[in-house]
């Protein structure tokens, strides 16, 4: 490729030595830790499928709502995506609303299509597990070598990002942004940066409204259902695919449509029936997950730590009870705090380069007006 058609959009954060140092370590640490999971699915699939899904998994929604500028500044794929630009050989081009509306559907649609599969293959083929990984990463990388900055897969197609979005709205603490120094204005409103966002409101197209307003009803009888269709083993999963999907999409179905009623007789409070319900996702996938990662009622693989042979036959109940009272009180009783996830940096206005090339896919997902 001429270098001269390269645009590099990466400025260097500019963050204290001490912390920048600190910041890069364990960016690079979540990407080493990353790589390490990737290959023992493949060479060692009972440990990376136990690293991954009762280890790194269960963690990482209470860190979305606690601090998902930490998730934001140390995914390894996010991580992945950005490489181009920090190589200076991103192309960097503008990512237009249209399409990122069409792209925020893709990621929405890509969680709700493999989440079910985890029943079916992905709980139990680290092989297979890892293929799709690679698959995905390849889409991050390819998607920062194409758009600008986060535009195209931190802000558009990652299928966490939704996830990050619903559980993310009212995080405990902000953290100082370790990529960007300078606002290059890759996405508007700018997720790491603007207080209250919500998956309703991140990406301002109908269609961004549209899968947020979905995902928003839809998520919490997504979880529940989920949690309730039996773990295949093998093969034989494939079989069962009406109940893998046909279980989480149907009460999903059910909780949208409630969801959709309540908003209809009461628009006023569409903001609280959206955190209600975003507090009942979290809250269903830990009344189902907390007892098992210290070992209660769970076998040997679906534990973190099992310290249940010293505690008493009700503390089940308990851990229950208590993080259904932390996720209302961090989701739904500090109405009036408002962070982002990370510390805004600068704007700057950059120059348009004659060496820009006009485009080279589909000229509405590269021109027009730009989010």
Not at 263 to 269: C, E, L, M, V
Not at 324 to 342: C, D, H, K, P, Y
Request: aromatic residues 12%; proline residues 9%.
């Amino acid at each position: 490729m001429d270098k001269a058609s390269i645009t590099p959009t990466y400025v260097p954060p500019t963050l204290k030595p001490l912390k920048l140092t600190a910041w890069r370590t364990a960016q690079w640490l979540a990407w080493a830790a990353g790589m390490f999971l990737w290959g023992a699915l493949i060479f060692k699939p009972a440990l990376g499928l136990h690293l991954l899904w009762n280890v790194l998994i269960p963690v990482a929604p209470a860190l979305l709502v606690v601090a998902p500028g930490v998730w934001r500044n140390l995914c390894p794929l996010g991580s992945l995506s950005l490489a181009p630009h920090h190589f200076g050989v991103s192309l960097g081009k503008r990512l237009s609303k249209t399409w990122r509306g069409r792209l925020y559907l893709g990621a929405f649609l890509l969680l709700i299509v493999v989440i079910p599969l985890r029943k079916v293959v992905l709980d139990t083929n680290g092989p297979i597990l890892a293929a799709i990984l690679f698959v995905v990463g390849l889409l991050a990388i390819g998607m920062g070598f194409v758009f600008k900055w986060k535009s195209g897969w931190c802000s558009s197609l990652c299928p966490v990002y939704p996830v990050e979005l619903l559980y993310g709205g009212q995080p405990l603490a902000s953290v100082p942004n370790a990529h960007c120094s300078a606002c290059l204005n890759c996405v508007a409103p700018c997720s790491e940066s603007t207080a209250g966002l919500s998956p309703r409101t991140a990406v301002d197209t109908k269609l961004g409204k549209w899968v947020g307003v979905v995902l928003t009803g839809f998520f919490p009888g997504f979880v529940w259902g989920w949690y309730n269709v039996p773990s295949y083993s093998g093969w034989e999963g494939f079989s069962h695919l009406h109940v893998a999907y046909g279980l989480p999409f149907g009460v999903g179905g059910l909780t949208l449509a409630l969801y959709l009623a309540l908003r209809t007789a009461s628009p006023k409070h569409e903001d609280l029936a959206a955190r209600i319900f975003a507090a009942a996702a979290i809250m269903t996938y830990y009344w189902f997950r907390l007892p098992p990662i210290f070992g209660i009622g769970a076998p040997d693989a679906a534990m973190i730590v099992d310290i249940s042979p010293w505690l008493p036959a009700w503390s089940a109940t308990a851990l229950r009870i208590f993080e259904s009272v932390a996720f209302s009180w961090l989701m739904l009783g500090r109405t009036s705090e408002r962070r982002a996830w990370e510390t805004a940096p600068p704007k700057i206005e950059e120059q348009p380069t004659a060496e820009q090339p006009s485009g080279i896919i589909a000229p509405d997902l590269l021109q027009g007006e730009h989010a």
